[in-house]
């Protein structure tokens, strides 16, 4: 039957999934704002958030983050 995961792809048991946070934007009524995503990815989807530097590993680095301090 299979897991479909959050990049759309498909595993056959969940320890296949990589549970991640990612930077992202949003808009709001006050304009783009910085938001943090939660996803179930596959291998090769993780591989590509991490090429893009897009992975937010910590508590510490998702509130840098959120408060524009990751640069």
Not at 7 to 12: F, I, S, T
Not at 46 to 64: G, Q, T, V
Request: hydrophobic fraction near 25%.
């Amino acid at each position: 039957m299979g897991i479909t995961l959050s990049c759309g792809h498909r595993v056959e048991d969940y320890e296949e999934a990589h549970n991640i946070a990612t930077k992202a934007w949003e808009i709001t009524t006050e304009g783009w704002s910085r938001a943090i995503h939660y996803s179930s990815v596959c291998e090769t989807c993780k591989k590509d958030y991490e090429a893009e530097d897009s992975i937010l590993y910590s508590d510490e680095e998702e509130n840098n983050w959120l408060k524009g301090e990751d640069e």
